[in-house]
Structure formats: C-alpha cells, structure tokens
C-alpha cells in the first residue's frame, strides 16, 4: 500500500468518525425535541450507524483496490443469502425503513390516541410505542394492538393528540404603568381628523 491509499483510508475513518458524532448528536436532539423513548432513539441511531458504517466500508474497499467486479461478487453474494433469509419476512426490511421516516418526520408520537383508517380493518388506541417493526397501541378494553411500521406509513392516520401541559406564559415586569384608555362618561371624546 502506498502512503497515498493510507492517507485516502486515514481520511476515510475521520470523515465517518465525525459523520457517526454529528448523526448521534442529531437523532438525540431530535429524540428529545419529540419527547421520543431513549431505547427507540437509540435503535434509530444504531440503524443508521450501521448504514453508515457500509458506506464507509465500501469506500475503503474501493480505495484499497479491490475491484468492482469482486466488491459485487460480494454484494451479490450478501443480498442472496439475506434475500433467501428473509424471503417470507421481506417487509422487515420495509418496516425497519418506515420506523425511521416515522421517528424523523411523522407527527403522531407516543402518547397519542390515534385511528389507523384501513377499511373495515379500522384500529383505534393510544400509542404507547414505536419500535423497529411496530406501532403498538393500547386499545379501549384491555386489548393490545400491533401494526407494522410500513402499514401505519402508508394508511392514513387521524390523530387526536394528548394534552399536553399548558405553557407558561412569559412573565415581563415594565417600569412604567401601562394608561388607562378607558373614557370617563363625562369625558368628550378626541376630535377625529
């Protein structure tokens, strides 16, 4: 290897590096902002790590020479055998990909009481999760609901919102008193222009 492929390679790892740093840092702000449970914050930011992490794989392959002939051959043989492995389950991968559209962009989020419109196959409750593979709701007895990510993402959903506590309004102090506008009834009231 040439001094040239190593610093290629070197460079390789600190852009992943930081890329890794700043996604963590984004999928936990967002977690937060949306009042998201930590274990789903984590296996969205686990998932894209995990993306990531072949991207930067592939990169250094490339760049170590291995030559696009043999770097399919590989991915040939990798997307066959997970291909054959989740040949009945194909929508796992399908309802993994819908988890992080709905962590990144959906509205609705734990704590909302929902209606998943599918024709006669109607589902109603409260979120009280949303995992890799599923919404789970809490259902008006004491039933519990599961729906597939990849479902709830492309039916539509009528949300009702939890309440949430009120904000507090800002409190301001001013040093002057704020006029009276208020006429007296024995006051004439201001020529008009």
């Not at 840092?25 to 993306?51: D, M, Q």
């Not at 479902?151 to 008193?177: C, E, G, H, M, Y």
Request: net charge positive; glycine share 8%.
């Amino acid at each position: 290897m040439t001094f040239h492929t190593l610093l290629l390679m070197a460079l390789v790892g600190l852009v992943y590096g930081l890329g890794q740093s700043s996604l963590s840092r984004l999928v936990k702000r967002i977690g937060r902002e949306r009042h998201v449970a930590e274990a789903r914050i984590h296996y969205v930011n686990a998932v894209l790590s995990g993306a990531l992490a072949v991207m930067a794989i592939v990169a250094v392959c490339i760049i170590a020479g291995v030559g696009f002939r043999d770097l399919g051959l590989l991915a040939g043989s990798l997307f066959a055998v997970i291909g054959v492995a989740l040949f009945a389950q194909w929508s796992i991968l399908s309802n993994v990909t819908a988890s992080i559209i709905v962590f990144f962009f959906f509205p609705y989020r734990v704590g909302d009481q929902v209606r998943i419109i599918d024709g006669e196959n109607t589902i109603s409750g409260r979120i009280t999760e949303i995992t890799l593979f599923h919404v789970i709701m809490a259902g008006d007895g004491d039933e519990l609901i599961t729906f597939p990510n990849a479902l709830a993402f492309q039916r539509a959903v009528v949300i009702n919102p939890a309440p949430r506590p009120p904000l507090k309004p800002a409190i301001t102090k001013t040093s002057d008193p704020i006029p009276d506008t208020k006429m007296s009834p024995h006051q004439d009231p201001p020529p008009t222009p």
